[in-house]
């Protein structure tokens, strides 16, 4: 009990009341809902929000602060939330909050920054804290109000299901009831890990609830941004040409004005913007532009030629940033019995989202004020970016969070709803809905760094790995070093670099980050030398986590669910990975075939086991595992941007493939390993798995190395006629 506060007076209506929340939890202030004047009064003054409103029949609204893209945020963070207030669910509802970072951010993601970013994996681990206490604040007050209401002790009441009960008359009163009898007490505690609800009594963490975007979303009803229609509103296209960050030149002004339906041409560094009154309109006069570009740092590039370069780039003395330097690992090479070293590769791959992107973006006619329509996955600037843009003060702008059709990296960047202000300035006030095409997304996109990656290990006399080193060759900084690390591996000597080369290609987060390769060529090595040595590679990954026991539980989960020692049908065999990503641990076991003939890999089965700490919905866990191994197939099998001369050789899914109905295993099977560590994030964790255990059972299977992702048909043919 350590804030103390002074009581409050409140307003009561029959609209109920919002009980609002600091960053550390309710704050003793409860006001009417239907008084908006005084809710943005009391917003402004004291940058409080409400997280939930309570209504007299009963009805709770819990807002959501996090991006929904089909990850099931909507749900498990208002779970939380329930759980703790002990609430009755079918009463509740959920709404996203407001994009107020300093109110609703989460300080996970920066130590000193509150950030409202659905990113990386971090909802579940950046808001559970904050909503389990938040929540429980939330109960503590309604019992602290039934108690003064009956005139009783509170220690004699409890809750269950929107309910205060009185355990020794058993008289009970629902929340919405409360509302006329709502006081604040003096105190508010904070609640400590001791205090907060006996997990053998939890209803929602833990337990399979329905999502609450699921219905609407099938029915149709659901509002995506590119849904989002506005009086008087008008379209808007760019053109960004073929090479990234090139200039351009427009040489037909005159004649694209003068066109049905065009408003104003907008000029940008990179683009040349139309607005117009319809899209079709739009997108006609985009094929009419006459535009000169300029060179830029990406023209002349080709993708499949670099490599070559990065090699010397890995084997020069050159100037590198350390990841990881334990032990001492020129004495491990210097002092081993075998040594092993490969070079490993992966090309550009596009985030190939199913919504288009899209941005409905209105400026006030004197400029000093925006709203914005957008699914985004936010950022580190909860307005995105456009208080800045059009110099303004951010409390001027609002954004509206809409569901997102896919992000997977590509809607926590900005430039798309910035593109859409830049348009909305030039015909204030009317609102302006930008869409990019298919073809720009792919062709001005921002990708998966391509990069590569050369490791080299040392080991005893008996297989034993003494020391490991990873080099990674490519641009991006994190977007490239992430999971680079492998601190749950028993290797005594450990060292890991990133060395930077800059193409001038856009480069972005991608499902996974820079884990997907990283894991791909840690895992493939690992298999390499356990089959050197006659180990089975389950068996020598078994070893290597003897001090990670997490670690070592989701293998002999794994290994149990794909009965790993059995025996399969010829030409088939299985291959295994382990890693971590955002926290949670992982290992999964895929098993495959190769047509000779045609360089086919085809994925049968997949299976994977996963610890991903306190598990809040394990049924959308496991949907989140499916899909991310569903995609980690497609990356390796299907997906590859090529650059060549600066430009990307892919226009859409005709040429941009991605896996397909009659490609995907026969069954992906998911487990999740009990466990009371702290949530962690699993929409990534399924991801890299697939790339090390494809390749993986493709060497025990051939006897052949896979180290160039994509793995094309031309590429498998390859590995299989050397």
Known sequence: MNKAVSRREFLKTSGGVALFIGVSGLLPQLIS??????????????QLTAWVKLAEDGQITIYNPAAEMGQGSMTSLPAIFAEEMDADWSMVSVEFSPQESQIYGSDKWSPNNKVMLTAGSMITYGYYSIMRQAGAQARYILMHSAAEYWKVPMGELSTSKGEVINRRDNKRIG???????????????????????????????????????IPEKVKGTAQFAIDIQLPEMLYGVLERGNVHGAKPTLNNESEILALEGVLKIVPFDYAIGIITETLEEALAAKKLLNISWSEALASGFNSQDCYKKYEKIASAKSAAKVITNEGDINSAFKSAAKTFSADFKNDYVYH????????????????????????????????????KYLGIPAENVKINLQYLGGGFGRRSMTDFVLEGTGLAREVAPRPVKLIWTREDDVSYGAYRP???????????????????????????GNLVASGIRIDYYDI??????WRE???????????????????????????????YFKKDPAEFRRILLSNSPRGLATLEKAMAMSDWYSNIADNHAKGIAFLERSGTLSTGVCEISVNKKTGKINVHRFWSASDAGIVIQPDNVKAQMEGGILMGISSVLKEQLTIVKGQVQQSNFNDYEILRMSDIPDSVETAIIESREPSRGVGESGTPLAACA?????????????????????RVLKALNT
């Open 501 to 531: 080369v800059s193409e001038g290609i856009r480069l972005k987060h991608w499902r996974s980050v820079g884990h997907g390769p990283n894991k791909f060529a840690i895992e493939c090595m690992i298999d390499e030398i356990a089959i």
């Open 694 to 714: 494809i390749a993986n059972a493709f060497l025990k299977l051939t006897g052949k190395h896979l180290r160039h992702l994509p793995f094309t048909p031309e």
């Open 33 to 46: 809902c239907k008084n908006n004047r005084e809710v943005e009064k009391l917003l402004k003054k004291h």
């Open 450 to 476: 391509l990069t590569l990656q050369r490791l080299q290990a040392s080991t005893d006399v008996n297989g034993k790995i003494t020391g490991f080193s990873h080099c990674v060759v490519g641009d991006g």
């Open 175 to 213: 929340y919405g009831n409360l509302i006329p009898f709502l006081n604040m007490p003096d105190i508010l505690p904070e609640f400590s890990e001791s205090e907060f609800k006996d997990p053998k009594n939890y209803r929602f963490i833990g337990l399979d609830r329905p999502r609450i975007d």
């Open 352 to 387: 190939a989202q199913m919504e288009p992107l899209n941005a409905v973006v209105q400026v006030a006619t004197d400029g000093n004020s925006a709203e914005v329509w957008v699914g985004s996955q936010q950022g580190f600037d909860s307005k995105l970016g456009v208080p």
């Open 492 to 497: 005594p000597n450990k060292y890991a670099e």
